[in-house]
Nanobody, 123 residues
Framework: QVQLVESGGGLVQAGGSLRLSCAAS????????IGWFRQAPGKEREFVAT????????YYADSMKGRFTISRDNSKNTVYLQMNSLKPEDTAVYYC????????????????WGQGTQVTVSS
């Protein structure tokens, strides 16, 4: 089993940056692909980015390409999401999730979820 805890959210002005962290417990963390999703008020939870267990494969949602970067440090059991050039429409609760089956943009593929961290971007 994998437990996930997100951190690093907060309030930032448009154009600013934040780095989210997803800390995992469990010896099998290195076997899991990790994804980031987000959910804005009144909207569906949507895919943001995902990274393979080796870190060699990454995928991004089109609207995040060039602005967000996902990375992982398996020695620290942590995955990061660096978010630059933030926009008000990036305001959401951001969740990380673990997928034993590999990288995926689909929510049902993920086995474990964190509680989320709030990101608010002011205009």
């Amino acid at each position: 089993q994998v437990q996930l805890v997100e951190s690093g959210g907060g309030l930032v002005q448009a154009g600013g940056s934040l780095r989210l962290s997803c800390a995992a417990s469990g010896r099998t963390f290195r076997s899991y692909a990790i994804g980031w999703f987000r959910q804005a008020p009144g909207k569906e939870r949507e895919f943001v980015a995902t990274i393979s267990w080796t870190g060699s494969i990454t995928y991004y949602a089109d609207s995040m390409k060039g602005r967000f970067t996902i990375s992982r440090d398996n020695s620290k059991n942590t995955v990061y999401l660096q978010m630059n050039s933030l926009k008000p429409e990036d305001t959401a609760v951001y969740y990380c999730a673990a997928n034993r089956g590999g990288t995926s943009y689909q929510r049902p593929a993920y086995d474990y979820w964190g509680q989320g961290t709030q990101v608010t971007v002011s205009s």
